[in-house]
């Protein structure tokens, strides 16, 4: 069941690769072919596969491992053991060539001691000793590194003829032939010793030599290094065989049955060859791990001799022991087996401590790369394309929004958390980093199994194998979330700086400290007529000062920056600015130096303030119209009262010589008439010069000056006193009354109006004035309080107004502009002024001045040339 | 008293004849002796001044109206402040002007007194009488105008 699922989702994945690469238009390379065709390789690999699921062969797998691949396609050899092996294999080479020759001379010379070592051993046939000069001569060039076209030939060459010796040799043991091949070289008399045909070589031989021909021949074609080695371990074995025989004294070991046997140098040299060719290509096949510098290949390196020798050495001693007959075959096993027991375990005990040791560093290593994971949220996943394994970090899960081990790490997995926009463009970047061998790296987000989304940043790369075949997938996703937030909250931030800068009413430009335009916002277009690509880059000075200021701009740039001194900098000035048409218009401009690192920039506000300027002028041209208007009016309120008054004057003088000088002439009633006419001069006299103040209240400025009001409405009391005396009016004015801000003159006038109107409006036999304040925090409220006559709700605006009069002519004197004098005066000073009253019972007049003078239209004029001074 | 006296000479520079008649009539009524000589405007008044020097004829007392035709007060004024003789005659500026600017203006020619001339006859008396006074009688002036004057 298990198997099934699990083969349905490998067969989905390799599909969806296959799809990948598809899409991706990789026409046929042997990356799109690979990991759909290959599949029991990951058996082979099981030492370093994590995939759980061992694939079952397919029927669709026709390709054998060894045409595939390395088995060890990433161990780092250790280059020198490699260079020590592969001068061995040099010298092997060499040795077994000389050997070979050796024996030729020895056939040659009839030496038997060089034939056969022993007239006791069989001799080493000639096609044999020449086969080793081949086959030395093939190692020793093949183990000379990167040879040319022509040695390369005679080493390939040599290696065909010692196969076809060996595999015509093994024709003729099989088939029963004769091909006369066995005296080619020398002849060898009949019934020579252990040989069942003259001259002709042992069976065994023939295999070996077969066996290393063909593997040297195919020890350069790719994938084949395990077959080569494969072939040579054969041969190596079989030669160790008739060796063992040898050594242990054992016939039927090097000579099987009837045929000739292997000679024993012949055991030597195939010895020496197969270790020769095994150590030639140790960075290949099945000695790539041997030669590794991982723990494998320590271990092997420390295993691998000891499984060879130890047994070769206990049999050996067994043997000797029962040959010297000291114990029986029964001791001889338990030797065996006592030795192999201490030596292996010994061996294993070793190796474990330094396995242990490894393991344990390897662990910290793993460790440390989780906790730095963990740390960076760094994720890193490894897809072996080969064996489709796909193995995750712990931190992969947990970008993933997973435990690890909560979900079998996949292509598949992964991908389904991806968010959907952006899962085409991850697929697009991992085929095309595939198809092209360039790392990737991109932003995309994670959909977690919680819904949580997550933005992640992946970058990869692949690797690839000696052929150029992308074997491993290797990625690294980090979760840049709160980065990505943050740099959001900085963008943001900073869109909105610029969004406030851009929408601004002043034009915005930064310059650098070498006058250099930085920024340029829209107004800043608008007002000087450059665009921002313009502007920007120029100097500031070229570009908007006018060409008889640019000397003093730049002076005072360059002095601030060597002194920090600026004078005009974070002040509002006012200056003239320089339109890209080339005129001049008043500009209000603000420098702000910022320090920036180790420079500093200056950022400025600029405002075009044609306008304002023209506004300006415009009021102190009405301001100088308005005074001119003023002192005329001034003038003309003279003027006018001086010449109606000095007719009036003729009226009322002339009068007066009338009755004075015809006297006897005018009766009753004429005196009557002139006397009228007189004190309607007088009267007129009275209301022109009661107008003139009124309109000389609201043009002519206050004289403002602390008063102390008791001591004035004392003035004002003495003033007073005939008409005060005369009604017996009873005063009293409250002697702790403040001092208060105001034109003294003015506010004796009001007081003197209220109080002599308190006298005038009051038919009670004791009249009771009383004069007193009180204050707040923000004015003082005066009150002049009488128990007269008294003035009705409906009077109460009325009486304010100029001329306006509520008796008769007889009852009560008056022009009718008093109160309205007061009015404008306590107006004139930021205050009112109001009535409290109830007819027959008394008034109350009441009028306020405010705690600090009140300001006044010349005072703000100054004011505004002080400001623009400062 | 005054009877032994010779008349105190009074200067009146004045244009308005109403204005003539009610001081000619004031001075009279006036308890001091006195001879009225009348310049119509400024230029009139200078050429008195300056032309009658060597006469011996100078006033003792000179009313004089701010604004006048061809020559104004101000000018004559100034004229008479700014001649070494001339400027120890007693100058009142006799007005219907109230103006602070005039007040001021003619204190700073160095006028004697300002005085604003009342409509009401009877206070333009009052006024008058109280120059004559003051001036004529309290006073104490420089030889020079006093040997054209009370002697």
């Not at chain 1, 067994?318 to 006592?338: N, R, S």
């Not at chain 1, 005072?556 to 002194?563: C, N, P, S």
Request: hydrophobic share 40%.
């Amino acid at each position: 069941m298990a198997e099934t699922e699990s083969r349905v989702k490998r067969m989905t994945y390799l599909e969806h690769a296959a799809a990948i690469l598809e899409r991706s238009r990789v026409s046929t390379t042997p990356v799109q072919q690979e990991p759909a065709d290959e599949s029991n390789g990951s058996s082979q690999t099981s030492s370093r596969a994590t995939n759980k699921h061992p694939p079952a062969s397919g029927d669709r797998v026709s390709v054998t491992l060894w045409e595939r691949f390395d088995l060890f396609p990433f161990v780092t050899p250790n280059p020198r053991l490699v260079l020590a092996l592969q001068s061995f294999a040099k010298g092997a080479g060499l040795a077994v060539s000389l050997a070979g020759a050796l024996v030729l001379a020895g056939w040659a010379l009839d030496l038997t001691v060089v034939k056969s070592i022993s007239s006791g051993f069989v001799s080493m046939k000639p096609n044999v000793a020449m086969a080793f000069v081949l086959s030395g001569v093939t190692l020793h060039l093949l183990s000379t590194g990167p040879t040319n076209g022509h040695l390369r030939f005679v080493a390939l060459a040599s290696a065909f003829v010692v196969a076809v010796i060996g595999f015509l040799t093994l024709s003729e043991y099989l088939y029963g032939w004769n091909l006369n091949i066995d005296h080619l070289l020398f002849s060898e008399p009949a019934g020579a010793l252990g040989t069942s045909a003259p001259a002709r070589m042992a069976p065994t031989s023939a295999l070996c030599l077969f066996l290393i021909g063909v593997s040297l021949l195919v020890l350069d074609v790719r994938r084949c290094y395990p077959v080569a080695q494969l072939l040579t371990i054969l041969a190596a074995l079989v030669s160790l065989t008739a060796f063992i025989g040898y050594v242990y004294g054992v016939g039927s070991l090097y000579a099987g049955g009837s045929s000739t046997a292997m000679a024993l140098h012949s055991t030597l040299c195939f010895l020496l060859l197969s270790s020769g060719i095994l150590l030639t290509r140790q960075d290949h096949g099945l000695l790539a791990i041997v030669t590794s510098d991982a723990a494998g290949g320590v271990m092997a390196r420390r295993l691998l001799p000891a499984a060879i020798l130890i047994p070769l050495l206990l049999g050996w001693v067994t043997v000797l022991d029962e040959e010297a007959g000291l114990h029986g075959p029964a001791f001889g096993v338990f030797l065996v087996v006592i030795w192999s027991i201490v030596s292996f375990a010994a061996l294993t005990w070793w190796n474990s401590g330094s396995l242990y040791r490894l393991d344990v560093e390897r662990q910290r290593a793993q460790d440390e790369l989780n906790k730095a994971q963990r740390i960076a949220h760094v994720g890193s996943a490894e897809w072996d394309i080969v064996t489709n394994a796909v193995t995750w970090s712990d931190e992969m899960f947990r970008v993933c929004g997973y435990e690890p081990g909560d979900v079998q790490p996949g292509y598949e997995v992964f991908l389904q958390r991806v968010h959907p926009d952006d899962r085409t463009q991850v697929e697009q970047n991992i085929a095309r980093t595939l198809r092209s061998g360039d790392p990737f790296a991109f932003d995309y987000r994670i959909v977690r199994p919680d819904g949580a989304i997550r933005m992640a940043h992946g970058e990869g790369k692949v690797v690839h194998n000696d052929e150029g075949e992308p074997v491993r997938l290797l990625g690294t996703a980090q979760d840049i979330t709160e980065r990505k937030q943050i740099e959001y909250a900085l963008r943001q931030n900073e869109m909105r700086t610029r969004s406030i800068i851009d929408t601004a009413n002043d034009a915005f430009v930064a310059i650098d400290a070498g006058d250099v335009i930085k920024d340029w916002n829209p107004q800043a277009e608008l007002t000087f007529g450059w665009k921002r690509e313009e502007a920007v880059g120029r100097t500031l000075a070229d570009t908007v000062i006018p060409p008889g200021h640019r000397e003093a701009h730049l002076e005072g740039l360059h002095r601030f920056v060597l002194t920090g001194e600026g004078p005009m900098l974070n002040r509002r000035v006012e200056l003239e600015g320089l339109h890209k048409d080339g005129h001049l218009f008043p500009i209000e401009m603000t420098i702000s130096p910022i320090r920036w690192g180790r420079s500093h920039i200056f950022s400025a506000f600029v405002r075009d303030i044609t306008e304002r300027k023209q506004a300006e002028e415009a009021l102190a041209h009405q301001t100088r119209e308005l005074t001119r208007i003023n002192s005329e009016l001034e003038d003309f309120t003279h003027s006018v009262s001086h010449d109606l008054k000095e007719p009036l004057r003729g009226i009322e003088a002339f009068a007066g010589f009338i009755a004075e000088d015809y006297a006897d002439k005018l009766d009753e009633q004429g005196q009557g008439y002139v006397n009228v006419l007189r004190e309607s001069a007088v009267r007129m006299k009275d209301l022109i010069d009661d107008l003139l103040q009124l309109s000389r209240i609201g043009r002519t400025r206050l004289d403002q000056a602390p008063v102390g009001v008791s001591s004035l409405v004392q003035d004002v009391s003495l003033e007073l006193s005939f008409a005060l005396q005369e009604k017996r009016v009873e005063l009293f004015i409250d002697p702790d009354m403040p001092t208060v801000p105001c034109d003294r003159a003015r506010i004796r006038e009001v007081f003197k109006n209220l109080i002599s109107n308190a006298v005038k409006y009051n038919d009670k036999p004791q009249p009771k004035i009383e004069v007193g304040c009180r204050s707040d925090n923000r004015v003082f409220t005066f009150a002049v309080r009488d128990n007269g006559i008294g003035i009705a709700p409906e009077y109460y605006e009325k009486i304010f107004k100029i001329f306006q009069r509520l008796h008769h002519r007889e009852e009560y004197e008056g022009t009718g502009v008093g109160l309205a004098i007061c009015k404008k005066v306590v107006e004139a000073h930021g205050g009112r002024i109001w009535v409290e009253s109830a007819p027959g019972e008394g008034t109350t007049f009441l009028f306020t001045i405010p705690r600090t003078a009140a300001r006044q239209p010349g005072q703000e004029e100054q004011d505004g040339k002080y400001a623009r001074a400062v | 008293m005054e009877s032994t006296l010779a008349p105190f000479r009074i200067l009146l520079v004045e244009d308005n004849p109403n204005d003539i008649e009610i001081t000619r009539r004031a001075l009279a009524k006036g308890q001091v002796k006195n001879e009225l000589t009348v310049a119509r405007d400024g230029q009139e008044a200078l050429d008195i001044l300056f032309g009658s020097r060597s006469e011996t004829s100078l006033p003792g007392l000179i009313l004089l109206d701010l604004n006048l035709p061809r020559v104004d007060g101000r000018e004559v004024l100034s004229r008479i402040k700014g001649d070494p003789e001339l400027r120890r005659i007693p100058v009142i500026v006799l007005t219907t002007s109230t103006r602070e600017e005039d007040v001021v203006r003619s204190y700073d020619l160095g006028v004697n007194t300002f005085i604003s001339k009342p409509v009401r006859f009877e206070d333009f008396i009052k006024v008058v009488t109280a120059i004559q006074e003051y001036w004529i009688v309290i006073a104490t002036l420089p030889p020079a105008t006093a040997s054209g004057g009370v002697a």
